[in-house]
RNA sequence: GGAGACGUCGCAUAGUCCGGCCUAGUGCACCACCCUGCUAAGGUGGAGGCCCCUUUUGGGGCCCGAGAGUUCGAAUCUCUCCGUCUCCGCCA
């Protein structure tokens, strides 16, 4: 939800972040409608309920005998004051309704424009030059038994798959080399509920207009989560968190699942896009004013990630049009994959700035005290899909992989990954 | 899965049977001030969240788990949902 203060005294600001994403900016005029039939509405009902708690009063004292013709007297009044708190209603719901479909006012700076217009922030480290054959991800970790594909479709589907041996503790080693800088750095680490309410998944914004990206468990109305960022934000809904000691930094765990609906034939080999996949996420809450500043932390946090794993990167601002409804500006660190010849997301960091906190109703007390809506990030910290890049670029003429030096300690001092 | 109990202003509780002096009382904790020669006791006052009107001051509405209903009027009665707890059953 945007803030309807700015929505009321500067629209043309709104105005001009729908048009840069490419969204309607009729919206904006629909909801400074909404709003003034809403205060409206709520004045007329708050002026007939005033005149009821009076009569109300009247009726309480008065003597019994005279109760009765009191009590006829304020039958109309109090039909009155029905039909004026229904409209009330009516008009919040409406306002809610159009403000929410608003998305979250972009950053100065975003790129105008769609998936391709982003900007490219900078290029890290070169990427490798082969003096043979390189091969895919797939065929590596085929030949080296790292996952097993056929058996993942015949289990569970196409875009399913077993980690095997090496490949399974490759994941772990991910996993627990980003935790371990998560901690080094102070996050706070969780493992989170995959499955959540439909406010939940409402109040982080997901359930728009990709909403057929998610599962859906109608037997129990829960849905399975696409990222541990869901039940992060959830976490602390209709809270009033005390942020004075400086911002919650959330390190989650959780497998994401993600029907991928509308992905048919891209990337439809290897680990690449799959419908299940682990992930380590950071989650930050933070005072407003600091979100850009943390939203720098959280790439440089990332960056050092792929260091560690030694990937040849570049880090993108991505374009307006390309943002989650949620997102005022978004960076993704792209990995260099060889046999593609281009750069694939790894990670992906973005600042909500208030959008979730006014949503899920999580706040802080600013200087004053008062109650303020919160501001979030979150950001990649691993996930499954780093296999494919690691495979690749470190994949030697002989089809072994050489293992980074950094992942080296969480696989029991291995330094190269052979078939077995 | 079966049976039952419960959900009140930060915490703990009163109020719910018999709807209206409940604009929700009390204790603890909290804040300010007073008194007090002192990490204590006492006194006075204050204090939440959301929203509307208002330049300020201020005025008003809503919030007793959530929602709906009955009623002139609901913390209190009815229904649905959510949650917690106890007992029984079943199960890794």
Not at 258 to 281: C, M, P, W
Request: hydrophobic fraction near 40%; glycine fraction near 8%.
């Amino acid at each position: 939800m945007i803030d309807l203060q700015l929505l009321r005294e500067n629209p043309e600001i709104v105005r001009a972040s729908q048009r840069a994403r490419g969204e309607s900016e009729d919206l904006v005029d629909e909801a400074l409608a909404a709003d003034k039939a809403r205060r409206e509405a709520i004045g007329v009902f708050e002026k007939l309920r005033a005149e009821q708690n009076a009569f109300g009063k009247t009726v309480a004292s008065a003597p019994k005998d005279q109760k009765a013709a009191l009590v006829a007297q304020v039958q109309e009044l109090a039909a009155s004051v029905k039909v004026a708190d229904q409209a009330a209603k009516d008009a919040d719901a409406e306002l809610t309704r159009v403000a929410g479909s608003i998305q979250n006012i972009i950053i100065d700076g975003v790129p105008e424009g769609g998936e391709d217009d982003y900007r490219v922030l900078r290029e890290v480290g070169t990427p490798p030059e082969f003096d043979f054959e390189p091969l895919d991800h797939v065929d590596l970790g085929e030949n080296l038994k790292l996952f097993d594909l056929q058996r993942g479709v015949k289990v569970s589907g196409a875009r399913f798959y077993y980690l095997t041996g090496m490949g399974m503790r490759l994941e772990l080693a991910l996993m627990n080399l980003a935790l371990d800088q998560a901690l080094a750095e102070g996050f706070t680490p969780l493992i989170t509920p995959t499955l959540v309410r439909p406010e939940i998944m409402a109040g982080t914004g997901f359930l728009g207009a990709h909403a057929d990206e998610i599962y859906y468990l109608p037997a129990d109305d829960l849905y399975l989560t696409g990222t541990s960022e869901v039940a992060l934000a959830g976490m602390h809904a209709d809270e009033i968190l005390d942020i004075s000691g400086g911002p919650l930094r959330y390190a989650g765990w959780s497998t994401c699942y993600r029907r991928e609906a509308g992905s048919y034939g891209k990337d439809t080999k290897g680990i690449l896009r799959v419908h299940q996949f682990n992930k380590l996420e950071m989650f930050v809450y933070t005072d407003p004013a600091d979100a850009e500043a943390e939203h720098e932390r959280l790439v440089g946090w990332q960056e050092q990630m792929l260091a560690k794993v030694e990937l040849p990167y570049r880090v993108i601002d991505t374009a307006a049009g390309d943002l989650g409804s949620s997102a005022a500006r978004k960076f993704d660190c792209e990995a260099w994959v060889p046999t593609q010849g281009k750069y694939r997301e790894l990670t992906s960091t973005s600042n909500c700035t208030t959008y979730q906190g006014r949503r899920l109703s999580t706040r802080f007390r600013d200087a004053d005290g008062r109650p303020q809506a919160i501001a979030t990030l979150n950001g990649t910290l691993a996930t499954t899909r780093w296999i494919v890049a690691i495979l690749e670029n470190h994949q030697q003429a002989d089809g072994s992989v050489r293992v980074p030096e950094a992942l080296r300690p969480y696989l029991g001092g291995i330094d190269v990954i052979e078939a077995p």
